[in-house]
């Protein structure tokens, strides 16, 4: 797997060093994960937490994920792996990471970075969260999911877009 970093707006491949480096890091943090005590209590949390992302990154539809997004951590540099999923510190909201990345080593490598991290679309009208504009195919309101316009309005994605309701009317209608 092929790690990168950016570096004003350019995307650039790990060097053998910086990849090792990145790789230490992240043994000595699962290392840490592995000796450190839980309870039952967060035995059970973790479990469900893994169960839960693993169902849910593997769907297109992320309403679950939504509708239990108090269970995931809020993020935090560090080290991320493909699939891993963090809520906005700023907002609460879920977000999957796309790009194995160390946002530790890179300050401008946070959750807003959307080469790193897409948010997720809800397939269900009770559980839209509000617009974010998508910067690809990756991040795009596809047909079916659901979201929560700037007057406040609840809207379904009714063709694939990147664009927003007023940027393309006719991939948009509102929520009954």
């Known amino acids: 797997m092929d790690l990168y ?30 000796i450190r005590p839980r309870t039952e209590h967060e035995g059970l949390l973790a479990l ?26 809020p993020w935090k540099r560090g080290i991320y792996s493909v699939g891993d999923v963090r809520t906005d510190p700023k907002t609460g909201y879920p977000y999957e990471c796309i790009t194995a990345h160390d946002s530790a080593s890179n ?4 959750i807003e970075n959307r080469t790193l991290w897409k948010p997720w ?23 079916g999911e659901y979201m929560i316009w700037t007057d406040k309005k609840v809207y379904k994605c009714i063709l694939d877009t990147n664009f927003s309701p007023t940027e393309y009317s006719q991939a948009w209608e509102a929520a009954a």
């Not at 790990?14 to 790789?23: A, G, H, Q, S």
């Open 48 to 73: 469900a937490k893994l169960f839960l992302t693993e169902k849910i990154t593997e769907s297109e539809d992320k309403t679950l994920g939504i509708q239990c997004m108090a269970l995931f951590e």
């Open 107 to 110: 300050p401008d490598w946070t």
């Open 5 to 34: 970093r950016i570096e004003n707006g350019v995307k650039f491949k790990l060097t053998d060093d910086e990849l090792k480096n990145v790789n230490q890091k992240k043994q000595e943090y699962e290392y840490q994960e592995r």
């Open 121 to 143: 679309h809800s397939r269900s009208a009770d559980y839209a969260l509000p617009w974010v504009q998508p910067t690809g195919a990756h991040d795009m309101y596809k047909d």
